[in-house]
């Protein structure tokens, strides 16, 4: 267990000095993201009340930045072929995996730090909500595991830029319908908010276990 | 009633499309299969 | 492993028989619903069709499971034939149900419906699963990737079904026509009918299960 720790922590440190040394995806991530929030500015009828459908244009925006962020993951790896050189180290598969679903965790995290601010200044949601940044790392973690199954996934085939979406989206509807909901209320739609938070924690448990399992056999040969 | 005959046509159409997709699909395997066991290095 | 020439031409044509029986039944036999009229008879179809996708992606499943456990390329072929049929059988539910709720529910689609959200994620599910046996190069690595989405896809289905019904709960109620005990003519339709499907599912399973080693004998044929 303390060697699964010790591997985990070191491949999501060599990820993120990585992506802090070339500053490629943080910034491509910020701009993507306050993109988004101007095309929904204009896309949506602001007028009606901007912040009914705030929860719903920061959930599009978190599920595709997800995407971007998940797909570079293992993508750059792949490109570089550093990932053969990763897996013909004796640490096991699960700890790889972890760690770098780790770093993908932190990278999104860091994109809904820009994120809650900008859809503060574009759409008047209250910005620092300690029920907001809970719903947010649960919803995460879960992402962020699954994600990171099928981005190893689709790194591995021809056409993973179109494969990850595809099978990324369906398998992130659990996260979608409850930390949409978890979203809502923590934006002052009302309501409930610790059944959401609950329920969102299991999500994480049970998917991370999952996707934990099933590393091995995707990150092999 | 035509609820009923839409939803059932398109079942029925899709049903049969795709039996007719795997007929075909299966000749055209066993035919090129055929190709290959009689022509030999001519079926590349 | 493979399925018999012999006896799956059997059971296809003993469930050509069998699809004629149910259909005679559906449009002789069966009575028009009290409340909802003819359109009720779409689930004759609509429901056997749902139960047989279920199954067929419980065969992926365990197709998936087994392969992971001693690389049976039969038990990915298995899972890839019945992934295919699986998802036709869950096109035919998911526009069968659709165009049913149009007279019933006034409405194509209810968001709130978890059986709705949770059969089109289904068919969301094995398109992908689909579409990544199509761009995978096919061998032991495309079949692991195909058992690992198989068996979390699977695992995801429950579980939206649950969110929905979670969500649902905490929003206001919408009205169904809750379905009371079955009468025994519709019962006896809907018995053979769900019979004549899941056998048609079986044996589109077998077929497609055969064109897949086919094909593989084929580019083992052309490699050499």
């Known amino acids: 267990m303390r060697a699964y720790l010790r591997v985990a922590g070191a491949v999501a440190r060599k990820d993120l000095r990585t992506e802090l040394r070339s500053r490629e995806m943080l910034p491509a991530l910020g701009q993507f993201v306050v993109l988004a929030l101007l095309i929904a500015n204009f896309g949506f009828d602001v007028g009606t009340g901007g912040s009914r459908i705030a929860p719903g244009v920061l959930w599009l925006t978190i599920t595709f930045a997800g995407l971007l962020a998940f797909g570079r993951t293992f993508a750059a790896e792949r490109d570089q072929a550093s990932l053969e050189a990763l897996l013909l180290t004796p640490a096991s598969r699960a700890a790889i995996f972890a760690g770098k679903a780790l770093a993908a965790a932190a990278v999104l995290a860091a994109c809904e730090v820009v994120l809650v601010p900008a859809l503060g200044v574009f759409f008047g949601t209250p910005v620092l909500s300690l029920p907001l940044a809970a719903a947010l790392v649960m919803v995460t973690i879960g992402m962020a595991g699954l994600g990171c199954l099928f981005a190893a996934i689709a790194a591995q085939t021809r056409a993973r830029d179109l494969l990850l979406p595809v099978l990324s989206l369906p398998l992130w509807v659990p996260f979608v319908v409850v930390g949409g909901r978890a979203v809502q209320v923590a934006l002052g739609g009302g309501g409930e908010l610790n059944g959401a938070l609950a329920l969102l924690l299991d999500f994480d448990i049970l998917f991370v276990v999952v996707a934990s399992l099933a590393a091995k056999f995707v990150l092999d040969d | ?44 | 492993m493979a399925p018999r020439a012999d006896l799956l031409r059997l059971a296809a044509v003993a469930d050509a028989l069998l699809l004629l029986l149910a259909t005679g039944l559906v449009v002789f036999y069966a009575p028009a619903d009290a409340v909802q009229g003819v359109v009720q008879k779409i689930f004759y179809l609509h429901v056997p069709a749902a139960i047989a996708a279920y199954m067929a992606f419980a065969v992926v499943l365990v197709g998936g499971l087994v392969y992971l456990w001693n690389e049976s390329p039969a038990a990915d072929r298995l899972a890839r034939a019945a992934a295919e049929v699986g998802l036709v059988l869950t096109t035919v539910t998911l526009v069968m149900g659709s165009i049913w709720a149009k007279p019933i529910w006034g409405t194509y689609w209810v968001p709130w419906d978890a059986r709705l959200v949770s059969t089109l994620v289904l068919w969301l599910i094995y398109a992908g699963y689909l579409l990544m046996r199509r761009i995978a190069t096919p061998g032991r690595q495309a079949a692991r990737f195909g058992a690992v989405v198989g068996i979390v896809g699977f695992i995801d289905v429950p579980i939206v079904h649950f969110s929905v019904t979670w969500w649902r709960t905490i929003h206001p109620p919408i009205e169904t026509a809750a379905p009371g005990a079955l009468p025994p003519a519709m019962l006896l339709t809907f018995a053979i009918s769900s019979l004549a499907v899941l056998l048609l599912a079986a044996v589109l399973i077998g077929y497609r299960y055969r064109l897949e080693a086919l094909r593989e004998r084929l580019a083992a044929a052309l490699d050499r």
């Open chain 2, 1 to 44: 009633m035509s609820y009923l005959i839409g939803a059932y046509g398109f079942a029925i159409v899709l049903l049969a499309g795709y039996v007719i997709y795997l007929v075909r699909q299966a000749r055209s395997v066993a035919a090129r299969m055929d190709e290959v066991e009689e022509g030999g290095p001519a079926a590349g």
